[in-house]
């Protein structure tokens, strides 16, 4: 029996979606918007949450040295870097040893996108970014939820929630809000790249960026004055906990 293409994937479920016509068109856009909020990050270390592979030739033009994905299940393909196998909610990574995170979409699939976001906090270095994708219920881009076939499927099928409701939680967490972008102003029964919604896309971003389908944040882990700092990692291999495996680019690693 052939798998429907497009029924979500237990380790990611974007991913199908994302070599559909109209995936791979948000996955372009999504691109952008990442490469252009992670082109002033500098550091050592930036892990993605969530194996979609479309982001990968953007995270290896960014100017962080390592990257890392950490995904629910594991994989053959070294092509796509180092990969941790592990769970969003407890994050396999050292406390304070990342420099960049990435959560494509992540939260839309939990039910615990607080203890998410906790994890995500825990293992950034003071200072360090986070960069968050999300598609916001309040958008035309919502009108596909209302169809029942694809209520059942991706990208409809996840929790979405509001930029404000996320930006909320993030500052709840210690995180405080840079940048962020909008995009998919057109429903998502236009392509993107059809005659007419680029000028749509264009004039929702000037007039009315907050209904916009896609959401692209960057938050800063900020650390309170009195708060004691550890000093700045003294050893940048311990990048697990305990030091017992270390991530290389020559290949793919399973924990």
């Not at 691109?31 to 500098?42: E, H, I, K």
């Not at 270095?125 to 598609?135: A, K, N, S």
């Not at 916009?212 to 697990?240: E, F, M, N």
Request: aromatic share 8%; with cysteine; hydrophobic share 40%.
């Amino acid at each position: 029996m052939t798998r429907d293409p497009l029924q979500p994937d237990q380790s990611d479920p974007l991913q199908a979606w994302y070599r559909s016509a109209l995936g791979a068109e948000v996955a372009r856009i999504e691109s952008a918007g990442v490469r252009r909020l992670l082109a002033n990050v500098f550091g050592y270390y930036l892990v993605q949450v969530g194996a979609s592979e479309g982001f990968g030739e953007v995270l290896a033009a960014s100017r962080i040295r390592h990257r890392i994905r950490l995904s629910g299940a594991r994989s053959n393909d070294s092509a796509q870097g180092p990969t941790v196998v592990g769970d969003p909610t407890a994050l396999p990574l050292a406390s304070d040893s990342i420099d960049a995170v990435l959560l494509p979409h992540v939260l839309e699939y939990s039910d615990r996108p607080g203890a998410i976001l906790a994890e995500v906090e825990r293992v950034l270095i003071p200072e360090g970014r986070l960069i968050l994708l999300g598609f916001d219920p309040l958008s035309l881009w919502a009108l596909g939820r209302l169809w029942w076939p694809a209520r059942r499927r991706p990208p409809w099928n996840g929790r979405w929630r509001p930029a404000v409701q996320v930006e909320r939680r993030l500052t709840e967490h210690g995180f405080e809000i840079e940048a962020r972008e909008r995009a998919l102003f057109c429903p998502p029964f236009v392509s993107p790249t059809g005659s007419r919604c680029p000028s749509v896309e264009s004039l929702g971003r000037r007039f009315w960026p907050l209904f916009g389908g896609l959401y692209v944040i960057r938050a800063v882990k900020r650390v309170a004055p009195l708060t004691p700092i550890k000093p700045y990692r003294t050893s940048r291999c311990a990048l697990l906990p305990g030091g017992a495996v270390r991530p290389t680019t020559r290949g793919t690693g399973h924990v």
